[in-house]
């Protein structure tokens, strides 16, 4: 669980990414143009299924997959914060691994030493 939660700031980039990436992905459909008759206006119809594009549709599943696994591990992360009595450990585990921050910046604003900010981070993995 430990390595889940140092994974969580690359987690959330790694959604980032595969979410830009699957957004560049052709969409399997394609889009024409014409006039429709009965009010005489232009409009876009889209015919789906139409790009027949299967290596990218492989793609665009397997891509998907990882960013579903991403999002998984991203929520086992909140869900054990969530999980924990402790505020003041909810806290620390939130500023550290979710927002990054170094024990030191933890220790100054919790007003407890560093030492004491490890020893509380520590102590939630072995309970």
Do not use: W
Not at 89 to 115: M, P, Q, S, V, W
């Amino acid at each position: 669980m430990k390595n889940v939660f140092s994974q969580y700031k690359a987690l959330r980039k790694e959604i980032e990414r595969l979410d830009r990436r699957i957004q560049k992905l052709p969409k399997g459909e394609v889009t024409d143009y014409g006039i429709d008759y009965s009010t005489g206006q232009g409009r876009a119809i889209v015919l789906r299924g139409l790009a027949d594009d299967a290596p990218a549709g492989r793609l665009r599943e397997l891509l998907e997959a990882r960013k579903t696994r991403a999002e998984e591990m991203v929520i086992e992360v909140e869900k054990a914060i969530s999980g924990c009595p402790d505020a003041r450990t909810r806290n620390i585990l939130d500023a550290f691994y979710i927002e990054g921050k170094t024990l030191k910046e933890i220790a100054a604003e919790e007003n407890i030493h560093e030492d004491t900010v490890a020893s509380i981070k520590d102590s939630f993995f072995r309970a």
